[in-house]
Each structure stands twice: as structure tokens, then as C-alpha cells.
């Protein structure tokens, strides 16, 4: 018999995904706002740092989400190995 799929680890992954696309929507508003005011002719100051933790907190925070629901599927598998090999 095949181990279902854990549920939690599974809505980890899709709150991964989901933090991942409204950061990646945060990122790319920021850039088009960028883009309008240069075709302007305004003078912009983008801050590297702010653009770098940006782009970290945005990539950090689903990794770990993800990686977290792996850990908790393997986890799983463990314990259904486990519980299988008792019968």
C-alpha cells in the first residue's frame, strides 16, 4: 500500500508557492515603478540594500517553508516504514 501524501507538508509547499508569487508581485511592482519614473526623467535612487534583503526575504522565506515540508514528508515516511514492517 502506497503512504499518502502528508497533509501539513502539502500546505506548507502551497504556502511556499503562494509567499513566493506575492514577493515575486512586491519585486516586479517595484521594478515597473522604477521603470516609469526613469522614462520620466526623474532621478532615482534605488537603494542596493534594500533591493538585496528584498530579493533574500523573498527567496529565504519559501525555501525554508519548503524545505520544512520535506522534512516533515520524510519524517512521515519514516514512521510509515516503520509502522508497515510491525505488521
Do not use: C
Request: cysteine-free.
Amino acid at each position: 500500500m502506497k503512504k499518502p501524501a502528508n497533509k501539513f507538508a502539502v500546505a506548507l509547499w502551497v504556502v511556499a508557492v503562494m509567499v513566493f508569487v506575492a514577493v515575486s508581485t512586491q519585486f516586479l511592482t517595484m521594478y515597473q515603478s522604477a521603470r516609469e519614473m526613469a522614462g520620466r526623467g526623474e532621478t532615482i535612487y534605488i537603494v542596493a540594500h534594500n533591493v538585496w534583503s528584498t530579493l533574500i526575504t523573498g527567496i529565504g522565506a519559501p525555501v525554508q517553508l519548503a524545505a520544512l515540508g520535506v522534512i516533515i514528508e520524510l519524517i512521515d515516511q519514516i514512521r510509515w516504514n516503520a509502522l508497515q514492517r510491525t505488521k
